[in-house]
């Protein structure tokens, strides 16, 4: 059994300097250490000197510089002095809690920040939730490392100098060659990586602090809980979130408007996490900036007629992410819009109408609401429910409304739509879109607003042959066996 040395810091000193005045004068916090019994070691957070205390690491710098031979290090007096007495460590205990460790997973009355007649009925199932999280993660990570890493275990504690080389490809390059069993591919490298930030986000998300203070919505506690994210989408663990919110839920906030840790992890955590596709959103009214670092990413914008492309690249993984951005912004933003405003569209739709007798100022932006609306939910018809009945209903309800849809601005949706029904062989449903879309060509009157059909008519006159409704042709204004 070896030994194990232990320096005793001084509480008093301390104290005073983590929360007292000892940090205002140097001199007197030198002088109180010299009038100690040697060795005197003050043991404080290091966030203290500047952070809490303004100027506090001048105060610690000033008695080092001017009285140098007053200090050593641990290692050293050790060295010089070997301790002669012999103690036995008593287990589970901590310097800022008097019920031991329960601060970090019990409500035992010890916290920070809250309210009269607060509680810390949440650290017991927070705590149980995230070991349960780090149980999946690891057995997940491991299950990877296991099969591209000799030692995993070793291969954990060198991962550290690739995180203190920034994630370099020269400090990846190193470890692998000492690590790996073979040459990896590209996705397994990225697997490997994956699985190494994996554990190192879990170890994050058991920082002490997300305990230590006075409710599960503190800034602390959301931290960790974002670490925990982190690691569940790196390994892609969706049974890891619903065990983790399973845990949130009996997690009691103090705070109304959160409920639990559950509605901690839906109004401050979620709203926290930015996938690929929302940086590169971003990334594309950056990319004139000489900044090519966009948070976590490094990125490069490509501009070509049909919009930008983003390259986006986590160096820390080191995954990829590539898509068309500002189309599909777009068309989150429309289903967002279509969202919100859906519980609202009868309403509107009755202000339209009214709208139509009336000529008041403030009614036109209502109506301007609910064309859009309606040419929103045309576009989701046309697009995702192909559904001819529901498209011509709302035609005809814009129509009576007096509410211009400017179809043509979905001219390339009413196409694909009609060429998926001849593909599809549903004849009916098509004729039924060419009377729609004629019908709209018809009323509009004028070129630039009309639904070109010419790619259709190419279409149909191609399959002519399988085609049995007549009545396609001649509104396509086809004679499909003069030529024949």
Not at 112 to 118: D, Y
Not at 258 to 284: D, F, H, I, R, S
Request: charged share 30%; hydrophobic share 40%; glycine share 6%.
């Amino acid at each position: 059994m070896e030994d194990l040395a232990v320096f005793v810091y001084d509480g008093e000193l301390s104290h005073g300097v983590s929360f007292g005045e000892l940090l205002v004068f140097a001199e007197k916090l030198h002088q109180l250490m010299k009038n100690k019994e040697p060795p005197v070691v003050i043991a404080t957070d290091g966030e203290t000197f500047g952070h809490h205390k303004k100027f506090g690491e001048l105060a610690l710098a000033y008695p080092f510089k001017k009285y140098p031979d007053d200090f050593t290090t641990l290692e050293d007096y050790y060295r010089a002095q070997k301790p002669k007495q012999r103690g036995e460590l008593v287990p589970y205990t901590s310097w800022s809690c008097v019920h031991g460790i329960e601060r970090w997973r019990s409500n035992c009355g010890c916290s920070a920040g809250g309210l009269p007649g607060w509680h810390q009925k949440w650290r017991a199932p927070l705590r149980e939730g995230l070991e349960n999280l780090r149980s999946m993660v690891k057995e997940k990570a491991y299950s990877t490392l296991e099969k591209y890493l000799r030692e995993p275990n070793i291969a954990l504690l060198d991962y550290v100098d690739v995180i203190l080389e920034n994630y370099s490809q020269s400090a990846k390059e190193d470890f692998l060659r000492k690590h790996a069993k073979r040459p990896l591919s590209v996705n397994e490298i990225v697997e490997v990586f994956k699985s190494l930030s994996a554990i190192k986000y879990m170890h994050f998300a058991f920082s002490s602090d997300g305990w230590f203070f006075a409710d599960i919505s503190g800034i602390e506690t959301v931290k960790n809980l974002l670490f925990a994210k982190r690691a569940i989408d790196l390994l892609e663990l969706e049974n890891g979130e619903k065990v983790l919110m399973e845990y949130l839920q009996q997690a009691p906030s103090n705070v109304l408007a959160y409920g639990n840790g559950l509605g901690v992890w839906q109004k401050m955590v979620k709203p926290q996490v930015y996938e690929p596709k929302t940086t590169a959103k971003t990334a594309v009214f950056l990319h004139l900036s000489e900044e090519k670092t966009l948070g976590r990413w490094e990125y490069e914008v490509q501009e070509k007629e049909e919009g930008f492309y983003v390259k986006l690249k986590d160096p820390e993984t080191p995954d990829r992410f590539l898509g068309r951005i500002l189309k599909s912004w777009m068309e989150s933003f429309e289903e967002g819009y279509l969202s919100f405003l859906s519980d609202y569209m009868h309403l509107l739709e009755e202000v339209a109408c009214y709208s139509k007798s009336r000529n008041f100022g403030f009614l036109e932006d209502a109506k301007a609401h609910t064309e859009l609306l309606l040419r929103l939910k045309l576009k989701e018809l046309l697009v995702k429910d192909k559904d001819v009945k529901a498209i011509k209903e709302l035609f005809n309800r814009a129509q009576q409304l007096g509410l211009d849809l400017k179809a043509h601005r979905l001219s390339k949706h009413f196409i694909e739509l009609c060429l998926i029904k001849l593909e599809e062989g549903k004849e009916e449903e098509l004729l039924e879109i060419v009377e729609l879309i004629k019908d709209y060509n018809t009323k509009v009157g004028r070129f630039e607003l009309m639904i070109d059909l010419w790619e259709v008519q190419n279409k149909v006159w191609e399959r002519r042959h399988s085609i049995k409704n007549k009545k396609i042709f001649e509104l396509l204004n086809l004679q499909p066996y003069a030529t024949e």
